[in-house]
């Protein structure tokens, strides 16, 4: 069982809809991020979360650190969404989830 | 926030030849930075801890006289990949951490290097 697990592995929706990507994981940790893969590679952090919640435009994050549980929510999705999103928890040592595969359909 | 650059952002070498990735943090001094490779359709994984002024410290399975890690500067990091043979094409990623940034274990990602070793 990989440290850090994230539900789906794809995802495809239809422009408009809500979207809600999981994150599991098994280790003790002090921070979790969620960061954005575009096609050709590059990435973008989105978020980093020790407690609570955090909002940046259509994008929300929150994490349950007694459950050890994330999830990333995107309001309103948009075709220019479509990515691959990744958790990755730890401090100094981040463990990386396999991603997410979204796709955004006009 | 915080902004990461890396240089080349893509690279085509041939067999046996030496490649230098540069990482540099744009808007502030970095002590610590972090090297990942991810191959197609995988993720990231660790290769090394690139420390300021200090040897960089190497993921077990990485070898270090390959993968050359040179931390001169707050706001340098280079890795060099040497004698590179096509298994080494891969996707070159680097991040640095902000210790001034009031949270200690946030890191800022570069947009990555494609290397292709033909």
């Known amino acids: 069982k990989n440290e850090v697990e994230q539900s789906p592995q794809n995802l495809t929706a239809q422009e408009g809809e809500f979207i809600t990507i999981n994150c599991s994981y098994s280790v003790g940790i002090s921070a979790l991020h969620w960061l954005q893969q575009h096609p050709g590679g590059g990435i973008v952090s989105l978020f980093m979360?020790?407690?609570g919640k955090k909002k940046h435009g259509r994008l929300i994050a929150t994490i349950n650190i007694q459950e050890k549980h994330s999830s990333l929510h995107i309001t309103a999705s948009h075709p220019r969404d479509s990515a691959v999103y990744i958790c990755?928890?730890?401090?100094?040592?981040?463990?990386f989830g396999t991603g997410t595969r979204l796709q955004v359909f006009p | 926030g915080a902004v990461v650059s890396q240089h080349p952002s893509w690279v085509i070498c041939k067999s046996g030849t030496s490649v230098k990735i540069e990482c540099r943090s744009l808007?502030?001094?970095?002590?610590?930075m972090f090297w990942y490779r991810q191959f197609p359709k995988q993720s990231l994984m660790l290769m090394a801890t690139s420390n300021e002024g200090s040897k960089a410290t190497y993921e077990q399975g990485v070898e270090k006289d390959k993968f050359l890690i040179n931390h001169a500067s707050l706001t340098l990091s280079t890795l060099t990949v040497t004698s590179a043979h096509p298994e080494d094409s891969s996707f070159y990623i680097c991040?640095?951490?902000?210790?001034?940034?009031?949270?200690?274990?946030?890191?800022?990602f570069g947009p990555g290097t494609r290397l292709t070793v033909t």
């Open positions: 808007d502030f001094q970095a002590t610590t």
């Open positions: 990755a928890v730890g401090t100094d040592k981040l463990i």
């Open positions: 979360l020790s407690s």
């Open positions: 991040s640095a951490r902000d210790p001034g940034g009031g949270v200690s274990y946030e890191q800022y």
